[in-house]
């Protein structure tokens, strides 16, 4: 259970780190694991802005090595293709890792590429891009790489719905990994990082930041599910607060530059034939930007968007104009698969916190760390364009970073980057037949030892089984009783956190399914 916010009041750490998506998260991780004392703290759940709301790729990189319009971008550009190398290098390595050591939370799929007449990329290039990625990746998680022709694309699931079967030059196949979910791998990282001796703290809002006289920053927290208002002072202050890095740094100074650039992206689920599982679709849409159609639980999700947003940072949905826009595409692609808004499940949306960077109107991809010691704010930090693939290298990179101007007081530990999974209890009945991967005993457990605050924290960021066919809206009344008794809920708190569930379920993800 969450601890009163009033026994942090007037504490000091070494490193205050605001905002718990999975770059937040590893961030405290690495800094606990390395002796430094640390907070987070998150003003919503943790892992519950843009981190849940992403196409969930663990991806090889590929998307790196495509610049845009033609790949003789990054001849008229060289820093863009060391910057692409870069990038590329570290989402193999991540791969490798996440998919070595942490196996429970990703699943493999085969993607296949289909290469057109009018690609803007020729199959040789296509060619060249995996070969680059081979050389600069591990080899202990292989990419399978192989290229279909034509013919073989008719009899395929999935590839057999593809437009203009005539023009098709070929299709580049391989395998292709998708996080098994993002909320729950940075909740592992959360707890992880509990264990080291940081303290973490979701609901919790960061009302004021203040640079004290000795150097410290002084910072004003508010426990969002309470009364409780409290200070805290930190040598070092950690900005991975995502799409809301600006305002956290506008508190600290509002002439701080503009670091963030937020481009929205929506996905539709919808329910494909069985033969389609654990095949996908990767390519580009008629703007040149990446599309993909992904597996998903017996399900498939097609997207994403990608538009410039300078909307509500605190209220994202998709709109039906978008997911207009999204299926004009998906048909385009796949005009066999017949994407309907009437058989659609759900969606989604989030906005990509990008780097700023006035020669790319929709903001650098390139993760970036922000030293703002330039701007006159000495252990001042923020990451920009952290993808959640390379959340384990930024939380090293971070460290190291504060471990130039902070010498840490606490005691080291080590890391550990396995699964927190649910002790066995075969007694317990599934939350969803659907989706039987975890079961009522499974919330108890959430409940005393996961830190949520209510049923939507529970069944989106613990069980997942809010990224179901159902979006666990048909027992979210049965869920909130298993709890109600460890929680302190009563009947009227019971039935009004069944309501806010699917009201969030029906605004932020445009469920409205029947109720069994």
């Not at 956290?248 to 689920?269: L, Q």
């Amino acid at each position: 259970m969450r601890t009163p916010l009033m026994d942090l009041d007037r504490a000091h750490f070494d490193v205050v780190v605001i905002g718990a998506g999975v770059n937040g998260a590893s961030t405290t991780q690495h800094l606990a694991a390395a002796g430094f004392t640390t907070l987070l703290v998150e003003q919503n759940d943790f892992a519950s802005g843009s981190s849940s709301r992403s196409s969930r790729l663990l991806h090889c990189g590929l998307r790196y090595l495509a610049p845009g319009c033609s790949m003789w971008e990054f001849a008229f550009h060289p820093n863009r293709l060391i910057t692409a190398l870069s990038m590329a290098r570290q989402a193999m390595e991540s791969r490798s890792q996440m998919v070595r050591e942490t196996p429970e939370r990703v699943r493999s799929m085969t993607f296949s590429y289909p290469i057109y007449k009018e690609s803007p990329y020729a199959p040789w290039q296509i060619d060249l891009a995996f070969n680059i990625l081979k050389a600069l990746g591990p080899k202990d998680v292989p990419l399978d790489y192989r290229r279909l022709n034509r013919s073989e694309a008719h009899t395929r699931p999935l590839l057999q719905w593809l437009r203009d079967m005539d023009a098709l030059k070929g299709i580049a196949q391989f395998r292709e990994y998708r996080f098994e979910w993002p909320e729950r791998i940075a909740l592992d990282t959360v707890l992880d990082a509990a264990r080291l001796g940081a303290q973490v703290r979701n609901h919790t809002a960061l009302r004021g930041v203040e640079r004290e006289a000795d150097g410290n920053w002084r910072l004003t927290l508010a426990d969002k599910l309470a009364t409780e208002e409290v200070t805290v002072t930190a040598t070092a202050l950690v900005n991975t607060a995502g799409i809301w890095i600006d305002r956290v740094n506008r508190m600290a100074d509002s002439n701080v530059g503009r670091r963030i650039t937020g481009t929205k992206g929506i996905h539709c689920m919808f329910r494909l034939p069985a033969n389609c599982a654990d095949q996908g679709i990767a390519s580009m849409n008629r703007d040149d930007e990446p599309f993909y159609c992904v597996p998903w639980r017996g399900l498939h999700y097609v997207g994403p968007t990608e538009t410039l947003y300078d909307g509500n940072i605190d209220d994202i949905h998709p709109e039906e104009e978008e997911i207009e826009w999204l299926l004009d595409e998906a048909n385009h692609l796949l005009p066999g698969a017949e994407f309907k808004r009437e058989k659609m499940l759900f969606a989604w949306a989030g906005v990509r916190p990008l780097t700023y960077d006035p020669a790319q109107p929709k903001g650098a991809r390139s993760r970036e760390l922000h030293d703002l010691s330039g701007e006159g704010f000495d252990n001042l930090f923020a990451l920009t364009a952290g993808p959640i693939m390379t959340h384990r290298s930024a939380g090293e990179l971070l460290t190291k970073h504060v471990a130039k101007r902070v010498r840490p007081s606490g005691t080291p530990g080590r890391l550990s980057f396995s699964a927190k999974t649910y002790p066995d209890n075969t007694n317990s009945l599934a939350i969803d037949d659907a989706w039987p991967e975890t079961t009522f005993a499974d919330l108890n457990h959430a409940v005393a030892h996961e830190l949520p605050a209510n049923l939507i924290d529970l069944l989106f960021r613990r069980t997942g089984n809010g990224w179901t066919a159902s979006m666990g809206a048909p027992m979210a009344e049965q869920a909130a009783r298993q709890v109600a008794e460890q929680m302190g809920w009563d009947e009227a708190r019971i039935q009004a956190e069944t309501q806010a569930y699917k009201d969030y379920v029906a605004r932020n993800h445009l469920w409205h399914g029947a109720n069994d």
